[in-house]
Nanobody, 127 residues
Framework: QVQLVESGGGSVQAGGSLRLSCAASVRRYQNYCMGWFRQAPGKQREGVATIYTAEGGSISYPDSVKGRFTISRDNANNTLYLQMNSLKVEDTAMYYC???????????????????WGQGTQVTVAS
């Protein structure tokens, strides 16, 4: 029901910025939760940011990216974005776009059981 395609990854120097995009194809009339997750080698998958599609939907970030990353949506193009500023070497990971049909109250970065996932885009931050 949902197809997600990420883009925008690449290599950047520490302190730099990247903007990730996720094009979503949804064949269902229902609001849903979207998020960005990342996983580095040897580490568990971590929720980076989530946002609910409804107007005024909740947004959440973990402390590790708060103040540096911003999640947003372009409703006209049904595209999810992740603006990443002040990148650190620790941000290096494969970043995945995800979606799940759940309620606004259940849309947060602590959840990992999203139903749909993109292929991922690599972000590498060099020192």
């Amino acid at each position: 029901q949902v197809q997600l395609v990420e883009s925008g990854g690449g290599s950047v120097q520490a302190g730099g910025s990247l903007r990730l995009s996720c094009a979503a194809s949804v064949r269902r009339y229902q609001n849903y939760c979207m998020g960005w997750f990342r996983q580095a080698p040897g580490k568990q998958r971590e929720g980076v940011a989530t946002i609910y599609t409804a107007e005024g939907g909740s947004i959440s970030y973990p402390d590790s990216v708060k103040g540096r990353f911003t999640i947003s949506r372009d409703n006209a193009n049904n595209t999810l974005y992740l603006q990443m500023n002040s990148l650190k070497v620790e941000d290096t990971a494969m970043y995945y776009c995800a979606a799940d049909f759940t309620a606004n109250w259940n849309c947060h970065v602590l959840r990992g059981d999203f139903g749909y996932w993109g292929q991922g885009t690599q972000v590498t931050v060099a020192s």
